[in-house]
């Protein structure tokens, strides 16, 4: 084998350094080439005027039929010079949002490289944007997520920083941004957090207002979840870390700061009454279809509603006659703590034609239809019953479960079958001995839907009440004491829940926008009818089962002219008392809330009347009033209904009668051959396990059982006691109707 040339190796050695120069050359060529093209760009792109956000404009909301309901005012701005700001609160906003602000040429070229690639990529909003950079898309630009605009910011930010000084750039910047509440710039936003001029802001108060700036309506704290809290709160500590890097503040002086609370919200002008309510509820509807706060903010939206003049005026006229004029809420403290609020769907549609508040946006800024923070109490106990018939569920010893079905009604039943004690208290602490589950449904005895739980499994009837709209959260365990509603709600989930059981098992979402539009782009409309949620059987019977209450069960003062279905309930302590029900057209959620001043959860009891504030008075009375007035008087239409055949008038079967699971059911109880007649009778269970409901049933016992609605109202309540969602209670616990 020979041996290789020398010369060529030395040239493949002479090409490859000629290869590599090639290529360093093309490389620095290509540079030129890209800073050529970016001086052209820094040519061609001029610093505009002011973009129309800066100046802005109101939005407009309209009814339904078009009608205008409200037009936002004018923008809420004032601007003031730096001079006015105090330092500190100056350098809190460089701390937070750009510490090299002073030293940088206006752009973080890493920073918006990475942003724009992120949105390149469809991986959404990423920071990086310098002070500058930021001052510029809020008085030049638009808020548009396109990489076109960041490379327009990033040039005019160049041209900025280069003709103005850090003083200006700055003030603009904090007269520009968006703090939430309608504020746009901080001495909006001092008076509004805190009710103060910006001249009188602490470092503090600074600190948390440019902590804002980052997610404005997830960090307020009067509105803000607790993860929401968590994080507005770490965020201001980073604030103050980085002032103290920076040497703008002393660590002794951090050290004893704490964290500035800010005051309540108060409404705009010109959202007195139920508008306020309606609109932010509105706004809130286009946030969760992306739309920014600070779009809707900025204004130029033409947003047109599913709410119906004459449905709104109807409802707020039946509380005004079934429960405010019956108020003194200037004279009565106690009477001053009762709150309602109501929300109404057209169940065909998903649309929100009418909603109630509170008193008035300007007086109670807490929506009382939109929050979750009370009990639904016993009206989700159709959910159950709706589980239960999806689920072809059967009791412990094997029998289907259906409107017939018998349970033991009696007050303090430990349930049979759960791994978590649970006897609740019926209200009054009334036995009912043996029940069907309709009569169980008529009169809310918790004892029986304690048990029903558990035979369907809570885990199970949990995925039908999220499934039907129910929200999830830490107070939705998977246990028997969530058969009784202790988990928070709103009117508007409730509303979206019955509507879907009214539509025969089809999800209904509850929906308030029915269009809006931009000067240059749509929102669309949520879509207010889903899939098949649950069977129409178990849809049906849920809808059986509640017209029994409304025609001689806890709900009748709800009754009228129409045919309708629907719940009571009353919650733990008595805190809240709702009536949630529906006909074939019109669904609607009424609920009562007693709260204080300092808007702590209060009882209701001895407030609108002597006794408990039960769901089946006032709350069904509105209810009734208002389904009266939105139907004009009344209505023809009857439920088109397909039950799982165990109708039942609330009567015990005959005791002659059984009554057996399918053949293909599963049942528990164990398959022996026909017992000698003349053995004496085993005991199948031992003493101290809890008596099952029989399946041939006594006579209906000679007890009559009591309904939400006490008469009289006792002079003594029962003891309250609380209820632990997640645990035992078979010592007394008292759960609402």
Request: aromatic share 6%.
């Amino acid at each position: 084998m020979g041996r290789p040339d020398k010369s060529k190796v030395k040239k493949r050695g002479i090409r490859r350094f000629f290869a590599w120069k090639k290529l360093l050359g093309t490389f620095f060529v290509c540079c030129l080439l890209a800073m050529g093209a970016l001086y052209v760009v820094y040519l061609m792109v001029p610093v505009p005027s002011a973009n129309a956000e800066a100046t802005m404009q109101s939005n407009i909301y309209k009814y339904s039929d078009g009608k205008i309901l409200a037009r936002t005012g004018e923008i809420n701005r004032e601007i003031v010079g730096l001079e006015k700001i105090p330092a500190q609160v100056q350098k809190a906003f460089v701390a937070a949002e750009n510490k090299s602000f002073y030293r940088d040429n206006g752009v973080d070229i890493k920073g918006t490289t990475r942003a724009a690639w992120s949105t390149l990529t469809g991986k959404g909003k990423q920071g990086g944007s310098t002070i500058t950079q930021q001052y510029v898309k809020n008085y030049f630009l638009s808020q548009d997520q396109t990489a076109t605009r960041k490379l327009k910011e990033m040039v005019i930010a160049i041209k900025v920083d280069d003709e103005m000084s850090k003083s200006d750039i700055l003030a603009g910047y904090m007269n520009t941004s968006y703090y939430g509440r309608s504020a746009y710039g901080i001495q909006a936003a001092a008076r509004s957090y805190y009710g103060v001029d910006a001249t009188q802001l602490t470092t503090a108060q600074g600190a948390y207002l440019a902590s804002l700036l980052q997610a404005p309506n997830q960090y307020d704290w009067n509105s803000a979840s607790a993860t929401g809290r968590k994080l507005v709160e770490e965020r201001w500590n980073y604030v103050l870390d980085n002032m103290v890097g920076e040497g703008w503040l002393s660590s002794t002086e951090r050290a004893g700061m704490k964290f500035p609370v800010p005051q309540k919200p108060k409404p705009a002008p010109g959202m007195e009454g139920q508008t306020g309510y309606i609109v932010e509820a509105a706004n809130q509807e286009l946030m969760r279809q992306g739309v920014s706060e600070e779009d809707i903010k900025a204004g130029g939206w033409t947003i047109t509603l599913n709410i119906d003049e004459k449905k709104q005026k109807d409802l707020v006229k039946a509380v005004d006659k079934q429960l405010e004029s019956k108020l003194d809420r200037k004279g009565d403290k106690k009477q001053a703590t009762v709150q309602a609020g109501a929300t109404s769907v057209d169940p065909k549609t998903g649309a929100v034609v009418a909603m109630y508040g509170g008193v008035g946006a300007t007086e109670h800024w807490m929506s009382n239809a939109t929050r979750r923070d009370y009990q639904p109490a016993s009206t989700f106990k159709p959910l159950v019953l709706a589980s239960a018939i999806d689920n072809h569920s059967v009791t412990q010893d094997g029998r289907r479960i259906g409107l017939g079905t018998v349970y033991d009604g009696n007050s303090r039943r430990p349930v049979v079958g759960s791994d978590i004690p649970f006897a609740p208290e019926n209200e009054d602490d009334d036995d009912y001995g043996p029940v069907t589950v309709q009569k169980a449904t008529n009169s809310s005895i918790n004892s029986v839907y304690a048990q029903m739980i558990v035979d369907v499994s809570p885990a199970k009837a949990k995925r039908t009440a999220l499934a039907l709209g129910m929200k999830d959260g830490a107070d939705f365990p998977e246990s028997p004491a969530i058969s009784l509603g202790t988990m928070g709600a709103s009117t508007m989930d409730m509303a979206g829940v019955y509507a879907t059981l009214d539509n025969h098992g089809r999800k209904v979402t509850p929906t308030l926008v029915k269009a809006a539009t931009h000067r240059d782009r749509t929102v669309d409309a949520l879509k207010g009818i889903g899939d098949q949620v649950i069977t129409r059987e178990a849809a049906d019977t849920a809808t059986k089962a509640m017209t029994g209450v409304v025609q001689s069960g806890s709900g009748t003062r709800a009754a009228g002219d129409y045919e309708a279905a629907g719940k009571t309930g009353t919650s733990e302590n008595n805190r809240s008392a709702w009536f949630v029900g529906y006909t074939p057209e019109l669904v609607t959620a009424v609920g009562l809330f007693g709260e204080d001043a300092k808007g702590n959860q209060v009882t209701l009891t001895d407030t609108i009347n002597p006794g408990r504030a039960n769901g089946g008075r006032t709350p069904a009375q509105i209810w009734g009033d208002y389904t009266a007035r939105a139907l004009d008087g009344g209505s023809d239409a009857s439920f088109d209904l397909e039950t799982d055949g165990s109708d039942s008038d609330g009567t015990l079967p005959d005791p002659t009668e059984t009554t057996e699971a399918p053949e293909d059911e599963p049942t528990d109880e164990p398959t022996t051959e026909s017992p000698d007649p003349t053995a004496p009778p085993t005991t199948t269970a031992p003493p101290t396990e809890p008596t099952r409901p029989p399946v041939t049933a006594p006579t209906q016992p000679t007890q009559q059982p009591t309904t939400e609605e006490p008469s009289p109202p006792p002079s003594i309540e029962p003891p309250d006691v609380g209820i632990d969602p997640a645990g035992p209670g078979s010592d007394g616990n008292r759960p609402g109707q």
